[in-house]
């Protein structure tokens, strides 16, 4: 391979991986703050793309105003979903949260199934999917791509000041370090645990529109992507959005690297990066929570 | 009376842990809890702070019944407790862990200023994390963390449980300026001595039950030593 295919291999990985990351942060957040590995997450990437769908034919609008419609509406439907449902199968063992996400992972695919059939879709965004910006020397990134990892950088940022530098954040440390001697201090844990799946819905609510411009989605994708933003979160480290964010980055690059090898194996190698880290670190490049 | 529990029951699933506990406390009072492991101390303590189930009316407060209220709620209402162990937030600075007390939303004398009064030590500590000082200086946080919320109860469960005798005198030093907020003390303490000295009154409890209580000055040693270990 020339110095020139490997950057380029490189520089494609770490874009995809960009989107991975967007896939993987609400997952890191949700177990960073719960310990609740939610299985419909890939499910829900899903939902985002398909609502985004829906928002930009049905209404016939930009796709800033679908970013503007979709995003709060994940964020009160994780609000919803956390305090209505999963609250209650919090605190009595590992099974109950597992089944109840496995439910909901099902409920989803199959309304999406019934509202919009197995018909493949995605989002139009004006001529944003096939714009590029050329870096010379025959080297040039897909600006949607570029976006998307923007997005992503901007989201791990953004949470990483959220859970450090303000009170919310400090409750959702602390209820992930103590749940009951933060009840003690007069913070509603259900609330909390609320606020933390609709913080999380919301990055996801990106994830599946930057999905849906980037490639075509199904209802029945979501295990797929479920399954990258597992390795993504195990690989940088639980409870981490850095390690998240590297994590998707190493995800993205062993993905490229296998497919510029040969076109079937790219997944593939990504699994075997994944099995790999696990193998030498158990805990992840980058661990924070303690179990 | 500011809190008050009539024939109080807990249970661990089909187990009873507590049976028909009768405890008043009048603002202003500190009022000690002794007893050997297992007699139910911290259990009545969990009760009392909403950590367990109880039947709404067997304990009120201020003239409210707060039994199986959220432990959140009770907080708010103005009981703070100092857990056994600390229990300090590991991945919260001493900051933050001091300021996590200010959530409750409670107003009063008790600022972080006036805490890092009480305990100047804290103040070259702030920036550390909660786990990696002292286990007294851990308890001085826990108690700060308890006092930001300006509680009108505070209880305190085992504070000098594991701690050098001088590091338990820094902290029973500290007493007086709480009190002298008007403020109402439940303390649970293995040192029987140091519990009547520093108390009005005092309850013994025994396998889940009062086995005596009485003005802590006026209690004889035998008689606290029957009622404590029941021979």
């Known amino acids: 391979m020339s110095l020139l295919g490997a950057l380029d291999m490189l520089l494609q990985g770490v874009l995809t991986g960009g989107l991975y990351a967007l896939f993987a942060i609400g997952l890191s957040l949700m177990f960073g703050v719960m310990r609740l590995v939610n299985i419909a997450h890939g499910d829900v990437i899903v939902l985002g793309a ?3 769908i829906a928002v930009s034919a049905g209404a016939g609008v930009g796709l800033l105003p679908v970013f503007l419609l979709v995003v709060p509406a994940m964020f009160a439907l ?12 919090l605190g009595r063992g590992i099974l109950p949260p597992l089944l109840v996400s496995f439910g909901v992972s099902i409920m989803i695919e199959n309304i999406l199934l019934e509202l919009f059939s197995a018909d493949a879709r995605s989002l139009k965004a004006g001529g944003l999917e096939t714009q590029s910006i050329s870096l010379g020397a025959g080297l040039a990134v897909g600006l949607l791509p570029m976006l998307t990892f923007s997005a992503a950088l901007l989201c791990t940022v953004a949470l990483e000041y959220l859970f450090r530098r303000t009170p919310l954040g400090r409750a959702f440390r602390a209820a992930s370090d103590d749940l009951e001697a933060v009840q003690l201090q007069g913070i509603d844990h259900r609330k909390v645990f609320a606020l933390a ?3 999380a819905f919301a990055v996801v609510a990106v994830a599946g529109i930057c999905l849906a411009l980037r490639t075509t989605v199904t209802p029945s994708d979501g295990p797929g992507y479920l399954l990258y933003s597992f390795e993504a979160v195990i690989i940088g480290g639980l409870g981490s959005f850095w390690g998240t964010f590297i994590g998707a980055l190493i995800l993205g690059v062993a993905q490229a690297a296998g497919f510029h090898w040969d076109p079937g194996w790219g997944v593939l190698v990504g699994h075997l990066a994944f099995l790999s880290v696990l193998l030498v670190r158990p805990r992840g490049l980058f661990p924070r929570t303690r179990d | 009376m500011l809190l008050s529990t009539r024939h109080l029951e807990a249970f661990y699933g089909d187990f009873q842990a507590l049976f028909g506990i009768d405890f008043e406390i009048d603002p202003g009072e500190v ?3 002794i007893g050997a492991n297992g007699a139910g101390k911290s259990t009545f303590l969990k009760a009392l702070s909403g950590l367990l189930k109880a039947p709404r009316d067997r304990i009120w407060f201020d003239g409210r019944a707060i039994g199986g209220m959220p432990a ?6 103005g009981i703070s407790m100092v857990p056994e162990g600390r229990r300090l937030f590991p991945s919260l600075s001493v900051r933050e862990n001091l300021s996590i007390g200010t959530h409750s939303g409670r107003r009063g004398p008790w600022t972080p200023e006036r805490v890092l009064g009480l305990f100047p030590v804290l103040r070259e500590l702030l920036s550390l994390p909660g786990n990696a000082i002292s286990g007294g200086q851990q308890q001085m946080v826990a108690i700060g963390r308890a006092l930001l919320a300006n509680p009108r109860l505070l209880i305190c469960d085992e504070i000098s449980l594991g701690l050098a005798p001088v590091a338990v005198k820094g902290l029973y030093d500290t007493l007086p300026a709480m009190l002298a907020e008007g403020m109402t003390l439940i303390i649970v303490e293995q040192d029987v001595g140091l ?4 108390t009005q009154r005092l309850y013994c409890f025994q396998e889940g039950r009062v086995s005596l ?3 802590s000055g006026e209690l004889s040693r035998s008689a606290i030593s029957r009622a404590y270990f029941g021979v």
Not at chain 1, 78 to 89: E, F, P, S
Not at chain 2, 72 to 77: K, V
Not at chain 2, 195 to 198: G, I
């Open chain 1, 78 to 89: 994780g609000y919803v979903l956390q305090r209505g449902v999963l609250n209650a199968t």
């Open chain 1, 197 to 199: 799946t609709a913080v």
């Open chain 2, 213 to 215: 209580q009485g003005r």
């Open chain 2, 195 to 198: 519990a009547q000295r520093v």
């Open chain 1, 50 to 52: 398909f609502l985004g």
């Open chain 2, 72 to 77: 959140c709620e009770i907080a708010r209402l």
């Open chain 2, 31 to 33: 009022v000690a809890i």
